[in-house]
């Protein structure tokens, strides 16, 4: 049984930080890359970041990169997004998930196990 526990979501004034935290465990290990998805109200949900399995190789949407930073520790099976700068379009259900491949991807299809999100609120 793979789970996915996404925690450390809220709400923060614009300009401000939060860092995601995802705990992982079961089948999903240290080898399978891991991503953080976003979905605001009435939208798609959207790729946000990825990170191949040694932790080296990270991609990030454009409309996060140089704000947001994700990262692992694999000896805990933890992944992390840490998020600076945010702005109110940041306000959506921040999820984790964990590819079907070492390769990190950012397309939703590529991943197959999901936490249950994880709210996150920037007020203006």
């Known amino acids: 049984q793979v789970q996915l526990v996404e925690s450390g979501g809220g709400l923060v004034q614009a300009g401000g930080s939060l860092r995601l935290s995802c705990a992982t465990s079961?089948?999903?290990?240290?080898?399978?890359?891991m991503g953080w998805f976003r979905q605001a109200p009435g939208m798609e949900r959207e790729f946000v970041g990825t990170i191949d399995w040694s932790g080296i190789n990270r991609y990030y949407a454009e409309s996060v990169k140089g704000r947001f930073t994700i990262s692992r520790e694999k000896a805990k099976n933890m992944l992390y997004l840490q998020m600076n700068s945010l702005k109110p379009d940041d306000t959506a259900v921040y999820y984790c998930?964990?590819?079907?491949?070492?390769?990190?991807?950012?397309?939703?299809?590529?991943?197959?196990?999901w936490g249950r999100g994880s709210q996150v609120t920037v007020s203006s």
């Open positions: 998930a964990a590819s079907k491949y070492a390769i990190p991807t950012v397309q939703l299809y590529d991943y197959d196990n």
């Open positions: 079961g089948r999903t290990g240290s080898d399978a890359a």
